[in-house]
């Protein structure tokens, strides 16, 4: 497993041999230069890897995202490709571990809860969107020219725009979730809550993990509420769950009873990330 923390332009946390470039034509020379060094690398990439570049003007940035966003090399790799333009950062993760996708199975066990235990009715149910890799190009102000692929959202709105968002990733990579925290909570009005999820390897091949949950202020600040995953909380919190209403899921959508709470529960998480860790990566929690 290889992971690699922010680094200058167009440094690369690994320089396995590369394919042919593409061939592709951009009209901006940056752009141009930018996709083919990526694509020239990440389909060679055997782990999981990262590539950041910095400085990159939002002219250059949202044409090289979209670009990516449509190779299908990169599209292989089940990479993620976000721009933020406030920062002016490119930042590319390609070769996900599974540990990366165990809030799939999570967020879905928590859907298939709600449905069972009907705190969201047969109809409500199959306006909820889940989505994982999807592009947005919906931010305003100083982040309006970002692109950015959540490794998962929640939405029942008719447009899509998101109400949960969740991030996945090494303690290395944790400034960059960061910043994807500050694009979604300060570049749109839609998103509520934003989940990082932290996996940190330790020695004799455990792993840490810590949740942090951010949302909205009454006053425009963030707040901030912070769980542990691994190592198992001895007692258990009294409170160990994510915890959303149904209006804030659905928006301005009618819903019944839109102060119904729906729960993401941290022992279920914690029980797929052992499993994972375990059996597909040889690994244990801490």
Request: charged share 25%; aromatic share 8%; glycine share 6%.
């Amino acid at each position: 497993m290889s992971t690699s923390s922010t680094m200058a332009p167009g440094v690369l946390s690994r320089s396995p041999s590369p394919e042919p470039p593409l061939s592709v034509k951009l009209p901006r020379p940056k752009a141009q230069k930018l996709v083919a060094e990526i694509v020239k690398f990440v389909p060679s990439t055997v782990n999981y890897t990262e590539l950041t570049y910095e400085e990159v003007e939002p002219e250059d940035g949202l044409l090289v995202a979209r670009t990516l966003a449509e190779h299908p090399e990169i599209e292989r790799r089940t990479s993620r490709v976000s721009y933020n333009s406030l920062e002016k950062t490119l930042w590319v993760r390609a070769m996900p571990t599974y540990l990366h996708d165990a809030h799939q199975q999570w967020v879905m066990s928590a859907m298939l809860d709600w449905a069972y235990n009907g705190s969201v009715k047969k109809g409500e149910h199959l306006r909820i969107t889940f989505g994982v890799g999807t592009t947005f190009e919906i931010f305003i102000g100083a982040y309006a020219s970002s692109s950015k692929e959540p490794d998962l959202y929640l939405s029942a709105r008719p447009d899509r725009i998101p109400s949960v968002v969740i991030e996945s990733g090494w303690t290395e990579s944790f400034p960059c979730l960061r910043i994807d925290k500050d694009l979604w909570l300060r570049g749109t009005l839609e998103v509520q809550y934003v989940i990082l999820l932290k996996w940190s390897k330790v020695r004799n091949d455990k792993v840490k993990g810590w949740i942090e949950v951010w949302g909205r202020g009454n006053t425009g600040s963030l707040l901030i509420r912070e769980l542990v995953v691994f190592p198992k909380p001895d007692p258990r919190p009294i409170e160990d769950s994510i915890r959303f209403t149904k209006q804030q899921l659905f928006g301005e959508i009618p819903v019944s009873n839109p102060s119904t709470v729906l729960p993401l529960e941290v022992p279920r998480l914690r029980e797929i990330a052992e499993k994972i860790l375990v059996n597909l990566m040889g690994l244990s929690p801490c």
